[in-house]
C-alpha cells in the first residue's frame, strides 16, 4: 500500500524558514517523480514544485521560485522542500504527491494527508 | 491564478450524469494529457482520470474522461451522494514556466 506522510509544517512568521519532508513507503521510491502541492483555506489546488526521479528534472510554480528548494532521498525514500522568505500568502496545506512516472509531466495518482503551513505573525 | 477555467459549481439529482468542462490552450490541454481528481470534503485528493480518458484501479466505470482540442471534460453516471466532492482537471503547461496547472475546481451537489 502506498503511504506518503508529510511532516514538518507549523505556525512561522513572515521572512522565516521552513522545512517540510515527505516519508514514502510502498512503492519504488527512485522510479518515480514526486511532488508539493499546497491548497490555501478554501481555495484550490495549486502545484508548487516537482523533482524528477533522479533529481535531473526539477521544476518550480513562478509563485515560489527562488525562495523553495525540492530535493529527495532516494536512499531514505524521503522528499523535502526546503521554504525560505515565506510569506502569508504560502499559507496553506501542503500535500506530498506521487507522479505517474519517472517524469515531471505526468499525473498525481497518490497524495499524502498534507501538513499545514502557517505564516503569520 | 489558474490558466484552466471549470464551472464553479453542477448539481444533479441521484441517479442522473453531470458533466463538467475544463478549458486551456494549446500549451497545456491542447498538448499534453488531462488528469481529474476528486476531493472530498476534509479530504486529500484522489486521482479519478489520467492520461485523458483511463482510469486507475478501483475507479468505477461511472466516471469517464475525454479531451477535445483545448478542452476536456469530466462525466459522471449514476450520481450518488457520495459523489459531493470538488472536482479539479490538470495537465501539464509547456510554456516557457513549464509546470503543473490545475483547473479552478467543481464542487458537484447532489441534490
Known amino acids: 500500500e502506498v503511504q506518503l506522510v508529510e511532516s514538518g509544517g507549523g505556525l512561522v512568521q513572515p521572512g522565516r524558514s521552513l522545512r517540510l519532508s515527505c516519508a514514502a513507503s510502498?512503492?519504488?521510491?527512485?522510479?518515480?517523480?514526486m511532488h508539493w502541492v499546497r491548497q490555501a483555506p478554501g481555495k484550490g489546488l495549486e502545484w508548487v514544485s516537482g523533482?524528477?526521479?533522479?533529481?535531473?528534472?526539477?521544476g518550480y510554480a513562478d509563485s515560489v521560485k527562488g525562495r523553495f528548494t525540492i530535493s529527495r532521498d532516494n536512499a531514505k525514500n524521503s522528499l523535502y522542500l526546503q521554504m525560505n522568505s515565506l510569506r502569508a500568502e504560502d499559507t496553506a496545506l501542503y500535500y506530498c504527491?506521487?507522479?505517474?512516472?519517472?517524469?515531471?509531466?505526468?499525473?498525481?495518482?497518490?497524495w499524502g494527508q498534507g501538513t499545514l503551513v502557517t505564516v503569520s505573525s | 491564478q489558474s490558466v484552466l477555467t471549470q464551472p464553479p459549481s453542477v448539481s444533479a439529482a441521484p441517479g442522473q450524469k453531470v458533466t463538467i468542462s475544463c478549458s486551456g490552450s494549446?500549451?497545456?490541454?491542447?498538448?499534453?494529457?488531462v488528469s481529474w481528481y476528486q476531493q472530498l470534503p476534509g479530504t486529500a485528493p484522489k486521482l479519478l482520470i489520467y492520461?485523458?480518458?483511463k482510469r486507475p484501479s478501483g475507479i468505477p466505470d461511472r466516471f469517464s474522461g475525454s479531451k477535445s482540442g483545448t478542452s476536456a471534460t469530466l462525466g459522471i453516471t449514476g450520481l450518488q451522494t457520495g459523489d459531493e466532492a470538488d472536482y479539479y482537471c490538470?495537465?501539464?503547461?509547456?510554456?516557457?514556466?513549464?509546470?503543473?496547472?490545475f483547473g479552478t475546481g467543481t464542487k458537484v451537489t447532489v441534490l
Open positions: 504527491a506521487k507522479g505517474g512516472k519517472a517524469g515531471l509531466r505526468y499525473y498525481f495518482d497518490y
Open positions: 510502498g512503492f519504488t521510491f527512485d522510479d518515480y517523480a
Open positions: 523533482i524528477s526521479w533522479n533529481s535531473g528534472s526539477i
Open positions: 494549446s500549451s497545456n490541454i491542447g498538448n499534453n494529457y
Open positions: 492520461d485523458n480518458n
Open positions: 490538470g495537465t501539464w503547461d509547456s510554456s516557457l514556466s513549464a509546470l503543473h496547472v
